[in-house]
């Protein structure tokens, strides 16, 4: 996670305001910019959205959000739908600099944003892209303007929930990736990877081939049917032998522990509701 913010926040000295087709950075401003299309459709369709960060990562983009209600897939769809809108329009994005007072004077109503910028050395320069209606905090790099995205290369495949800073001691974000890509064609291979991955996916698996469910009375814990416990043991005898060659001793934790750990790992937020 570190990694992501000194990639969005220091990466200036490599770029000037945007990044040309010619050049290697392309697809990353491209992704970049089409997380920042997101998040200027999600604040037009819910105003109450606080943004986070949206960097582009190997496959896409996303860009995690603080909401009172996760999005739904006919969110998603909403999205997207706007998200096209906005690339129709050719919004210029515009880079500009501030000093520390007056950029946390424009990121006031964004609390996400007031923390990144009170945790940058004194000096740091503070830049931020201005695109139409929506301004974000971010050092780039970007395509000029939302038309160079193309609305058939990329689309919303996930929300799921994420802690700001990867901290469980912070509040729970909605994250909504995408997959990017500079053709339709690209995308299309890779959408179809992964409905192939899906098909190969451990829990259908497991179903389908009678080895393990999960119940509500141990929601997140397998219970293991005869031939999913043999595989289970023929692992562990597995494991074991290899970790016994290389000097590992084993030991055993209960399985009933305080709330605490459960919080701390993340298991409550995701299935406090089923409990």
């Not at 819910?46 to 996760?70: C, E, R, S, W």
């Not at 946390?104 to 609390?111: A, C, F, Q, R």
């Amino acid at each position: 996670m570190a990694a992501i913010f000194a990639v969005m926040l220091y990466r200036m000295e490599i770029m000037s305001d945007f990044v040309s087709k010619e050049s290697p950075d392309y697809l990353l401003a491209y992704r970049h910019t089409c997380s920042h299309i997101m998040a200027q459709a999600v604040k037009r369709l819910y105003k109450n959205a606080l943004v986070t960060i949206g960097p582009a990562i190997d496959t896409g983009f996303y860009y995690d959000f603080d909401v009172q209600t996760p999005f739904t897939p006919e969110d998603l769809d909403a999205i997207e739908a706007e998200m096209k809108n906005i690339i129709k329009e050719r919004i210029p994005l515009e880079r500009f600099v501030l000093p520390r007072d007056e950029a946390l004077e424009l990121m006031k109503d964004e609390p996400y944003k007031v923390e990144l910028i009170e945790g940058l050395p004194e000096g740091a320069e503070i830049s931020f892209f201005r695109q139409g209606g929506f301004t974000d905090l971010c050092a780039g790099p970007h395509v000029p303007n939302t038309g160079y995205i193309k609305a058939n290369s990329f689309k919303l495949t996930s929300a799921t929930g994420a802690y700001w800073r990867g901290d469980s001691a912070n509040r729970m974000l909605c994250r909504i990736y995408g997959a990017c890509f500079l053709s339709k064609e690209e995308l299309a291979e890779y959408l179809e990877r992964m409905e192939e991955a899906k098909k190969r996916d451990h829990r259908k698996l497991g179903r389908e081939l009678d080895l393990f469910a999960v119940m509500d009375e141990g929601p997140g814990f397998p219970f293991y049917f005869p031939n999913g416990t043999i595989i289970r043991n023929e692992l562990e005898r597995f494991w074991r032998e290899i970790h016994r060659e290389r000097g590992y001793d084993e030991i055993r934790t209960p399985l009933i522990l305080t709330v605490q750990l459960w919080r701390h790992s993340g298991h409550w937020d995701h299935y406090r509701e089923i409990l």
